[in-house]
């Protein structure tokens, strides 16, 4: 791992932004709130933790939570002297942030995509790791920082919802390892599954399960897919979260190898999320200029829906499919 000079350059920044990808998820928010209160409470230093888009309701018992700010709050011509970015694979995910980016004076990647494009003056890019989180508490093992009871919340709610509850491919020993770490600390295994798996709106639990009902399916049932309108999410009032999950749920029919979700962001425009057993779709989702993981990647199309579904069709056909 290079981190180079990294205490120092925190002693010496005035000011230091913690940035993540749009539509953030657990991984995010619990890896930007950590490095939050490993900086505050390592060096005395309150960062600005910035957020694109709606923080699901579920992340509210995260510690400092409610000091993030959207980005609607922040002032677009500050200058920071250090930005650090989580979890993020690509700056395009930054959205409306990446001018704070690019202006910023020094910037950290800490992140665990394979499909990572190594931006930043430190690049701390493990693609072998569940999670940011578990990246960042090797950051701070490495660095001799204390680790609070607070921060270990964080990193636990990153690795466990990034390994989908200690069950995705990305649970490895050293996952388990640094979890069980963090329960030494004082983390409550129970009590952060029941706050993320089972605080969910009925809303969210109707909603998906209307989508669900939508699925379709191709090559026997191989690959199963469904489109999300604009119109389905306004009649449920849907928040951006609400969809999380539901390439899962295709994907846990026996017969599915690949699953994808297309959900409508603008006229003619679709945010895929898919999810697969065996074949890699990342490489399918950089072929539309988006990434992600072997089993689990995500991208942004600009068609039709129906033209996007043959298109990224296409694609899974030409993987060892
Ligand atoms: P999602 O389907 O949005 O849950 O994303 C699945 C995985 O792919 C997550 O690890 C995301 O961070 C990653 N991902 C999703 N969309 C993109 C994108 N446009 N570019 C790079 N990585 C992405
Ligand atoms: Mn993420
Ligand atoms: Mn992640």
Redesign the pocket.
């Known amino acids: 791992m290079k981190l180079d000079n990294l205490n120092d350059i925190i002693n010496k920044s005035k000011n230091i932004l913690i940035a993540t ?1 749009i ?1 953030p ?1 657990g991984d995010a928010l619990g890896s930007m709130t950590a490095v939050y209160s490993l900086i505050l409470e390592n060096f005395k230093k309150k960062a600005t933790m910035l957020v694109l888009s709606h923080i699901p309701n579920v992340y509210n018992y995260l510690p400092h939570i409610k000091e993030v700010k959207f980005i609607d709050e922040v002032d677009k011509s500050m200058v920071y002297d250090l930005v650090i970015a989580v ?1 993020l ?2 700056l395009d ?1 930054l959205a409306d942030a990446q001018i704070l980016y690019e202006k910023a004076k020094f910037k950290v990647n800490i992140d665990h ?1 394979k ?1 990572n494009n190594k931006y930043g003056n430190i690049v701390v890019v493990e693609g072998d790791a569940s999670s940011a989180g578990e990246v960042i508490y090797k950051v701070a093992k490495d660095l001799d920082w204390k680790i609070s009871q607070d921060t270990a919340l964080c990193l636990y709610t990153s690795i466990l919802t990034d390994t989908g509850g200690f069950r995705f491919d990305n649970t490895s020993a050293q996952s388990l390892r640094i979890a069980a770490a963090l329960v030494d600390i004082g983390v409550k295994p129970v009590d952060v599954y029941k706050k993320c798996y089972e605080n969910k709106s009925k809303e969210l639990v109707l909603f998906q399960n209307y989508c669900v009902n939508k699925a379709q399916f191709l090559d026997d049932d191989k690959i199963a897919y469904l489109v999300i309108y604009k119109k389905d999410l306004d009649k449920f009032n849907a928040k951006s979260d609400y969809t ?1 999950g539901i ?1 899962e749920t295709l994907r846990s029919i026996h017969t599915t190898e690949v699953s994808f979700v297309l959900k409508e962001i603008g006229d003619k425009v679709f945010k895929a ?2 999810r697969s057993k065996h074949i890699d779709i990342a490489k399918v ?1 950089e072929y539309f200029s ?4 072997k089993f ?5 199309v600009k068609a039709s829906a129906e033209d996007a579904i043959k298109r990224i069709v296409n694609q899974i056909h030409l993987q060892d499919f």
């Open positions: 990808h539509n998820d979890d694979a690509a995910r995509h499909t999380d390439a999320s898919m989702c988006g990434g992600g993981h689990a990647a995500g991208c942004t």
